[in-house]
């Protein structure tokens, strides 16, 4: 099968590492030596001037949620993306979430802020993993969950995120599914649509995959009362302990749903704290992983500092671009998937 050039490329010299930046740890240089309110004031100032809309996902950094005009899960910043009337998306995310922008707007400018904020489980699945699994398993309605490259998408019949994935499956003809990339969503999904048949790719995030029920019962030890709302990327044993299982930002609403309980323990990146403690100041969150060193903790989403954006609204890095006929099919998997409700 012939590859699409869709891959990225670090520029010569550019360091990949994650930064730990406000108010997340250590200060960035740009954040030590002029303050982040100024820095943040300043990213405001440009992104009015150069007409454009800063959207940020749940797990970027305390100081980049703030900066945003909206921040969100994937289903959300895409129906945002989508909507918008500016001219330019800066992207506070991963790749695959601004080539979705991109490939929803091929009309706009999208910026990613970092060229290495890739993603593993996006990664974990290629044009050619896919057709192999595709042989072994044919006949199937392909579902790919967004977490993945466009030419990925583009030979898939439809997308779905962790905010509608039931609904996804749900709404398909067929009862014969394969279901990429993420295993622990797919699992989850089957046991929610028994009536359906549902192959499983191989595919896991590692931030979410990495915790174990073991560790979740030991956070609960100090916290037996809290209840406990996870991600559905998180592994089988951890769901099953689970009080709420959705997405991002659906996890701010479920929280509504428990006035009287005083902590959460919270299964996914721990960027997500930040928006949870914003609407919710007098209740605590706490990560279920009750580690020390935060293991939910994901280095892609996490290496997106604030001179980042101010660098890509400045000097328009890093232009996401996607071949049109890539873009194509990979928007009609998407546009499919828009139209399906939340769960
Ligand atoms: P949400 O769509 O729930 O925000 O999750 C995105 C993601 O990448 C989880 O790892």
């Known amino acids: 099968m012939e590859r699409k050039a869709t891959e990225r490329t670090l520029p010569a010299g550019h360091n990949p590492q994650p930064v730990h930046s406000a108010y997340g740890g250590r200060p960035t240089p740009a954040e030590r030596e002029r303050g982040v309110a100024a820095l943040q004031e300043e990213i405001r ?10 959207l940020a996902h749940n797990y970027q950094v305390p100081a980049v949620q703030d900066v945003a005009d909206v921040v969100g899960d994937s289903l959300g910043l895409s129906l945002e993306a989508r909507r918008t ?11 695959f979430m601004a080539e979705s922008a991109k490939v929803l707007n091929p009309d706009k400018r999208v910026f990613l802020p970092h060229i290495a904020a890739g993603c593993s489980l996006a990664d974990s699945i ?4 896919l057709e192999d699994w595709m042989e072994r398993y044919p006949g199937r309605a392909v579902v790919t969950y967004v977490n993945s490259s466009a030419e990925v998408k583009a030979m898939s019949d439809i997308c779905c995120t962790s905010a509608n994935a039931v609904s996804v499956v749900r709404s398909l003809a067929t009862d ?5 990339p993420d295993r622990n969503l797919g699992r989850w999904i089957a046991q929610q649509v028994p009536e359906k048949d549902i192959v499983v790719y191989d595919g896991a995030c590692p931030t979410h995959d990495v915790l174990r029920g073991a560790n979740v019962r030991r956070t609960r030890e100090t916290h ?37 309980a005083r902590t959460f323990l919270v299964a996914t990146e721990s960027g997500m704290l930040h928006q949870l403690r914003l ?33 890509a609204l400045l000097e328009e890095v890093h232009e996401i671009t996607v071949p049109a006929d890539v873009a194509e099919g990979a928007r009609r998997a998407l546009e499919r998937m828009l139209a399906v409700p939340r769960d």
């Open 85 to 95: 009337d500016a001219e330019r998306i800066v992207f506070c995310g991963v790749h």
């Open 45 to 54: 100032a440009l992104a009015r001037e150069r007409k454009a809309v800063i």
């Open 224 to 260: 037996p009362d809290a209840v406990l709302i996870a991600h559905p990327e998180c592994r089988e044993d951890v769901l099953a302990m689970a009080d709420e299982i959705c997405s991002t930002t659906a996890m701010v609403e479920r929280v509504a749903r428990y006035p009287d």
């Open 279 to 311: 609407r919710y100041p007098h209740q605590e969150f706490v990560l279920a992983d009750g580690c020390i060193g935060c293991r939910l903790h994901c280095p892609y989403m996490k290496v997106t500092a604030l001179e980042d954006v101010r660098r």
């Open 126 to 129: 290629s044009p050619e993993s």
């Open 176 to 180: 014969k599914i394969l279901f990429t």
